[in-house]
């Protein structure tokens, strides 16, 4: 079976930090990518990151470059997520999502083209 664990979430006060993990099995991790979104209450759901596995492009939302780095680890077949600075509108449920890559390097996260999807953690940034 397909599985997405997201972890990592909490509670952090403003100017924290925070590091997600997203564990995959159930796939070949290596013909994916992994994303990021969010969903703060009351907004729809954005994309924030994501990673192509094969070749560990990145991709940002402008919002976020320079406060959150994402990373694998393919020998865990896990994506982390760092998050710094953090703002009480970063407060969200956080997910992470696999989609499948076909000859591009260059992910996006999407989320209507994202293959399987995760449960999602909560983080909640403080004033």
């Known amino acids: 079976d397909v599985q997405l664990q997201a972890s990592g979430g909490g509670l952090v006060q403003a100017g924290g930090s925070l590091r997600l993990s997203c564990a995959a099995s159930?796939?070949?991790?290596?013909?994916?990518?992994i994303s990021w979104f969010r969903q703060a209450p009351g907004k729809e759901r954005e994309g924030v990151s994501c990673?192509?596995?094969?070749?560990?492009?990145?991709y940002y939302k402008d919002s976020m470059k320079g406060r959150f780095t994402i990373s694998s680890d393919n020998a865990k077949n896990t994506v982390y997520l760092q998050m710094y600075s953090l703002k009480p509108e970063d407060t969200a449920v956080y997910y992470c999502?696999?989609?499948?890559?076909?000859?591009?390097?260059?992910?996006?996260?999407?989320?209507?083209?994202?293959?399987?999807w995760g449960k999602g953690t909560l983080v909640t940034v403080s004033s």
């Open positions: 990673i192509t596995i094969s070749d560990s492009t990145t």
């Open positions: 999502a696999a989609d499948k890559m076909y000859g591009s390097s260059q992910c996006r996260p999407i989320d209507y083209i994202m293959d399987y």
């Open positions: 159930g796939f070949t991790f290596d013909d994916y990518a």
